[in-house]
């Protein structure tokens, strides 16, 4: 895919939602770190129901940390895996607390040295809470990125380092959330709604659907 191409897509995901938010719930770095821990294997749905009930408790390092694994286990068990989520949230509230005064980094570097926390959750926590440009690809920003040929790439990483390379820079900010949600909603893992795909004349895939 060429360069004009790309700038054309983002020009009109642009166009279609000019200020893309994450859908999980939080009004902190800290919430959103806790959030995106816990949505691994996930959905944002089942989260956000979770976390409106722990964080009108608790939404603080220190006050989360309090809760122990027990008590924070009891908040999160609609969640897939949630006594290890809970674990590893416990243990990166006490590093958070005795390391960086209770804040969350703005660095990838420390924040993967939290436990529970990966490449993807680091690129999420910096990219929405602090607006640097960074990459969080998942299962849908991979799949978009190959379909379309906007990055492809037969790894996570290879094709977060094609998107950080190839997604015009005045689009660089917000391209994560737009690709997650073209994953999520039109360019979906079985069945591509083609039919009704704001970008399917730039999109490079030669399947194609006529679905809406």
Not at 24 to 42: D, G, I, N, R
Request: net charge positive.
């Amino acid at each position: 895919m060429n360069a004009a191409k790309r700038l054309e897509i983002f020009r009109r995901l642009h166009e279609d939602n000019p200020d893309p938010k994450t859908e999980l719930a939080y009004t902190t770095p800290f919430e959103l770190l806790v959030a995106v821990t816990l949505s691994a294997q996930s959905t944002d749905v089942g989260v956000n129901k979770a976390t409106a009930r722990l964080f009108p408790v608790a939404n603080t390092p220190q006050a989360i940390h309090a809760l122990g694994v027990a008590g924070l286990s009891e908040y999160i068990k609609t969640i897939g895996l949630y006594n290890s989520k809970a674990k590893n949230v416990i243990e990166a509230c006490r590093l958070l607390i005795e390391r960086h005064g209770g804040e969350v980094p703005q660095t990838r570097e420390a924040l993967e040295a939290l436990p529970g926390v990966g490449r993807k959750t680091a690129n999420v926590v910096l990219n929405t809470a602090f607006r640097q440009p960074a990459m969080a690809v998942d299962t849908h920003i991979f799949r978009v990125s190959n379909r379309t040929g906007i990055a492809p790439g037969k790894t996570v990483l290879e094709v977060e380092k094609k998107l950080l390379k190839f997604v015009p820079r005045d689009y660089l900010l917000d391209a994560h959330h737009w690709l997650i949600l073209h994953g999520r909603y039109v360019c979906q893992a079985r069945k591509p709604r083609c039919g009704s795909c704001r970008i399917e004349d730039l999109c490079e895939y030669k399947h194609k659907t006529s679905d809406d």
